[in-house]
């Protein structure tokens, strides 16, 4: 079992930038894969970013690419998601999942993918 816990979300003006945060409660948290899906009102969750569990590779959705970036901090078992030039299509809960399993340096991008999920934050970015 693991708990995700995330934070950071918030309203912001279009333009503007967040970082969103989600903190693991495992011991092994470098040897997992992890990742960032959004679900808007009305909409399925889509893939947003994913990190392999050394954190040497990533991956960002077409929608976000340029203006999103995933890291992640293993001594601290925190990843990131920073978001810049943010728009109002961004507006959507956001969530924090992990694949409990040894990833090496895979990264993963379907939902099904993913085994634990964190209660997500709200991002609202108004026009």
């Known amino acids: 079992q693991v708990q995700l816990v995330e934070s950071g979300g918030g309203l912001v003006e279009a333009g503007g930038s967040l970082r969103l945060s989600c903190t693991a409660s495992?011991?092994?948290?470098?040897?997992?894969?992890m990742g960032w899906f959004r679900q808007a009102p009305g909409k399925e969750r889509e893939f947003v970013a994913a990190?392999?569990?050394?954190?040497?590779?990533?991956v960002v959705a077409d929608s976000v690419k340029g203006r999103f970036t995933i890291s992640r901090n293993n001594a601290k078992n925190t990843v990131y998601l920073r978001m810049n030039s943010l728009k109002p299509e961004d507006t959507a809960v956001y969530y924090c999942?992990?694949?409990?399993?040894?990833?090496?340096?895979?990264?993963?991008?379907?939902?099904?993918?993913?085994?634990?999920w964190g209660q997500g934050t709200q991002v609202t970015v108004s026009s």
């Open positions: 999942t992990v694949r409990m399993d040894y990833s090496g340096n895979s990264y993963y991008t379907n939902l099904g993918e993913y085994g634990y």
């Open positions: 495992t011991r092994t948290f470098t040897n997992y894969a």
């Open positions: 990190i392999s569990g050394t954190g040497g590779s990533t």
